[in-house]
């Protein structure tokens, strides 16, 4: 299983269950793709606001540990970073439209991931890694990246070309996506817990998909512990609450997030699946 993600935390926030249940698997190797070291991100302890981009702009190297740590804390898949240590760098974001929505910045880093010019050069360094360790599964965002942050995006497109480039070896494409009736769910776990210091969100604030879109859940729970632990590793990214079982999280923007025991899919190709098992199919 190849996974490909865009910054640090990614693999933890949206995959982080999954990459540890496969990792405890002896027969399955998981490997993580990160595409850049998050470079622009949004610093959330005032002690080390000074990595900021706008400031010290050592947050990327920082992140590197973050993820080292999250990595171990979900069993420790194999990693790459895509064209080695820092070849691309975060390309930012800016606010667009209601809730969470990003958009490209208008003034992009020469090393901006998110840059139109390189996607050739991009999907020739993914398509080294699938031709060395020929995944039979391949997992990234939607078209839309979740929400529609520019390196998100581009991590879809080079890993759905990457797949449609090699048919004979990738036998099964995923994106990862949240269901709306999942995060209601986990919202409503949110009432009557006093004390959760993020803000709860608005309607429609936070991006999901139809239940209908989706194929394919994983069963995490017995990787909460691990989740959280990866989760804490991404200190100047991640704020984590937890008391009583509920766990909220959030982002530099302070929004409520639910943390919940179930990881949700999209196979390509596939829109009538019910699977329990991203391998389901795969010949052995």
Not at 66 to 85: D, F, S, V
Not at 154 to 160: G, K, P, Q, S, Y
Not at 208 to 219: F, K, L, M, Q, Y
Request: glycine share 10%; proline share 7%.
């Amino acid at each position: 299983m190849l996974l490909v993600h865009a910054h640090p935390d990614d693999e933890t926030l949206t995959t982080g269950g999954t990459i540890a249940r496969y990792q405890a698997d002896p027969g399955t190797d998981v490997t993580v793709v990160t595409c850049t070291l998050g470079e622009q991100g949004e610093v959330i302890p005032p002690e080390l606001a000074e990595l900021a981009a706008d400031r010290a702009d050592q947050l990327g190297g920082y992140r590197t540990g973050e993820l080292a740590g999250a990595l171990a804390a979900l069993g420790g898949p194999e990693h790459r970073y895509l064209g080695g240590l820092a070849h691309w760098r975060d390309s930012g974001m800016v606010l667009a439209g209601h809730g969470t929505r990003a958009a490209l910045p208008p003034d992009l880093h020469p090393r901006a991931f998110a840059a139109p010019e390189p996607f050739g050069t991009q999907l020739a360094q993914l398509l080294e890694i699938v031709d060395e360790l020929r995944p039979q599964v391949l997992v990234s965002y939607a078209d839309d990246g979740g929400y529609g942050h520019p390196d998100h995006v581009r991590a879809h497109e080079i890993t759905a070309a990457a797949a449609a480039a090699r048919p004979d070896g990738v036998e099964k494409l995923y994106f990862t996506v949240r269901s709306r009736p999942e995060l209601d769910a986990g919202l409503a776990e949110f009432d009557g817990h006093d004390g959760i210091p993020f803000r709860v969100p608005g309607p429609d604030e936070l991006p999901s998909a139809p239940d209908a879109d989706v194929t394919t859940r994983i069963d995490v729970t017995a990787q909460r512990d691990a989740r959280i632990a990866a989760m804490r590793a991404h200190a100047t990214q991640i704020a984590l609450w937890e008391r009583n079982g509920v766990v909220a999280y959030a982002m530099s923007n302070g929004v409520a997030q639910p943390l919940r025991d179930v990881e949700e899919y999209v196979l390509v190709g596939s829109p009538s699946t019910t699977e329990t098992d991203l391998f389901d199919g795969v010949d052995a």
